[in-house]
């Protein structure tokens, strides 16, 4: 007993000293990943975790991955060239390139985005406003009920714009847009640079509300083919119940035979027949 006791406190004490190196092996790799700088990538080794310095790149070029990964020792680490138009680097520094700014459809752009410098975008084109949102929107027609909280002052600021063409443009106000030349004496007064630039908005929104129409439509037309097939495999599925009922209403049963009582015989048990003879 004594012997079987020592050889379980032996297994046991193996044991523990096998989780205590493991545990101590997972500490010290986790202890020494967190050793690695914001600079730095961390570059994990079967036999532990090594700290890079992260390159610098020269102006145009990103790093690639990121300063500051945790990758594995057979990924390469470089500088890639940015895309033109999609990512630009204008520092000479360890950072991978930047996304570009896109400029507004309805925005100045004063320079494109290149390599090595991101886009600048200018003010709104005329007879635009800039939201809320940092997007362009056209400056709208007021309404009759139309109050001061809904003129925007960028657009009572611009010239070459009617009286009334100061609103902001939302859904209170498409419906009071000029629909012909003959509505108001106003629509005459847009300038030439003014009017294709207001006409592209409208079309622009138009367009989006017309999409959302049209895929309102298609789902209402879906739903009405369905509950049409619906329907009409309820009635065919019905009419056949219906025949399947009457066909056996109308299909006369075959009647079962009717055991018929035995023929009669002359033969009557413990008497004689007619020929004088005992049966």
Known sequence: MAAILNANL????????????????????????RRCK??????????????????????????VPQCGSRITADVSVECVQCEEGKGYSDKHDFSSCKPCTICDPNEETISPCT???????????AGYYRAITGDCHPCSWCCADSKDDDKEKQCSEQTGLPANQVCRYDVSTIKCAPRTNSTTTHAHAISAATKPAYSEGAMAYGGKMEIMSSGIWLVALVGVVVLAVCVLIGILYFNHQKNKFLFQLCVPRRPT???????????????????GQTV
């Open 10 to 33: 032996f297994v046991l004490s193996i044991s523990f000293s096998c989780f205590h190196v493991l545990f101590c092996t997972v500490s010290a790799q986790v202890t020494s990943a």
């Open 38 to 63: 914001w600079n730095q990538l961390t570059i994990l080794r079967p036999k532990g975790v090594e700290c890079l310095n992260c390159p610098e790149c020269p102006e145009g070029q990103g790093l």
């Open 257 to 275: 035979q009717a055991i018929s009582d035995p023929p009669s015989s002359s033969i009557v048990f413990g008497r004689k027949s007619s020929d």
């Open 115 to 125: 390599a090595t410098q991101n886009a600048v975008c200018g003010k709104c084109n």
